[in-house]
């Protein structure tokens, strides 16, 4: 056996370890409250379609919020980083902004856009663009003067700099920022669906904790981290293809 | 000839916490069209100061930059730069091919004439096959022959030259010399080279400006008497040419020493 099939199976070994001391101990404690990998797979087959189209609106609204962030945010960015004075004049504000949980701003949310699908991206835009517009600025008013130079040297208009001198140069930063955007975005497309949803794996988890339906909630948590394994893997993907002049420098 | 660029009575301050800083007074110069000239200084007397100056990167104090007749103010149309830092001039982010043809965004003509422009221009920099490799792929020496080749892409009038070879080492350095001076020739580019190395001004330029130590100006010019075929053995080997060096080492010898007492 070599090397990397050992490390392999060592990588299933300690979880799947995990799962039998797991079953085990719902054996011994033989409570509804407390099911077993068994249970939670049963929960899994029998609420498959239930977890699928929550899941799937939950996702929708995430990827919703988090595309209007990217691009309201990323080309703001930019835009102040090279609009020196303008970006002086707001990043303090943006500084200030950035220190508000999302969930304090539900109700106010609530008052303008209602408690919709609209108020609900409203504050997954909110999440996900904060971090978004933090680096894309961080990066873009940090450009090296060289390329600056470069840029002037070689007549570029303003926006001919901005898209094809900043934006690339900045991107390893927003990359960063977007991956933090990620996470946030399911976060709080969740958590907003706890608060003021009628449909969505929010508003499944808490209905199965209130009904006392643990193993359902379970298979509910093992679906969304699966989810994010697929989805962190794909951004991890599109980072490298995007950025492989960064990485590979 | 015609003047193509001018210098009359530059000043340039940098204001600080310790008082204004003079780094340029009173200094004049011209560059004939068709001409390479090279401005030698002692290091830190604001050469790169000056070169951004003349190139319309920097704001002037006081005095008067022309190119073509006309004040430069920005970046004027028609100079192009060939910076030191050729690892952040270039983009990353772009094929060697891309960055040459990235210069020629301002230069009328279909995408296909550019390509094939651009794939000559790296041709005659050496770098046939490279085309499809990103900078960070070569070596320095190989990444700053695409920022010059990207340099006379632009097909500028005036190529102002940053130290283009203080990075590279002295065998690929003697080389780009040599390719640079041919490609000079080849395409008749006017060229204005700074650089700090007093050999390597002499070699390359038919005349050479002596710049003062700071606030500098120019304090000599050098004529060249050479013909403009140079030969690293025997251009180095020829009493003219260890007469200007003389002079040029000399004198900033000089200002070293003035200096230091």
Known sequence: MNESRRIALLGLLVPGAVLVLWQVVAFAKSSPLFPGPIEVTQAIIRNWHEIVSNLGVTLMRAAAGFALATVIMVPLGIFLGRVRWLGEAVSPVIDLVATLPPPAIVPLVMLFAGTGDAAKIVIITYAAGMPLIMNTYEASHTIHPMFSRVARSLHLTRFETMLLIDLPSSLPMIATGARLAVASSLLVSITSEMLLATNGIGVYLQRSQENFQIGSGLAGIAFISAVGIVINALAYRIEQKLLFWHYRR | ?261
């Open chain 2, 1 to 261: 000839m015609t003047d193509i660029l001018t210098a009359r009575n530059v000043a340039k301050d940098f204001g600080g916490t310790g008082g204004t800083l003079s780094i340029i007074d009173g200094l004049n110069l011209a560059v004939k069209k068709g001409e390479f000239v090279s401005l030698v200084g002692p290091s830190g007397c604001g050469k790169t100061t000056l070169l951004l100056c003349l190139a319309g990167l920097q704001s002037l104090t006081r005095g008067e930059i022309t190119f073509k007749g006309v004040p430069v103010m920005e970046p004027p149309q028609g100079l192009a730069v060939v910076f030191q830092d050729y690892s952040r001039s270039l983009l990353p982010w772009n094929t060697n091919l891309d960055n040459i043809l990235f210069g020629m965004r301002r230069v009328a003509g279909d995408a296909r004439a550019k390509r094939d422009r651009a794939a000559e221009l790296l041709e005659a920099v050496g770098l046939g096959g490279f085309g499809g490799h990103y900078p960070w792929q070569v070596s320095g020496g190989m990444q700053q022959r695409v920022a010059i080749a990207r340099g006379l892409a632009s097909e500028s009038e005036l190529l102002l030259l940053d130290e283009p070879l203080a990075a590279v080492d002295a065998q690929t350095r003697a080389d780009m010399q040599d390719l640079f001076l041919d490609l000079a020739r080849k395409f008749n580019q006017t060229c204005l080279l700074v650089t700090h190395d007093v050999e390597e001004a002499v070699y390359m330029a038919q005349r050479v400006l002596v710049l003062g130590p700071r606030p500098t100006k120019v304090v000599r010019e050098v004529t060249i008497e050479l013909p403009r075929e140079r030969d690293q053995l025997e251009t180095r080997e020829d009493p003219a040419f260890l007469a200007a060096r003389h002079e040029v080492l000399s004198l900033i010898r000089s200002m070293r020493t003035r200096k230091a007492a």
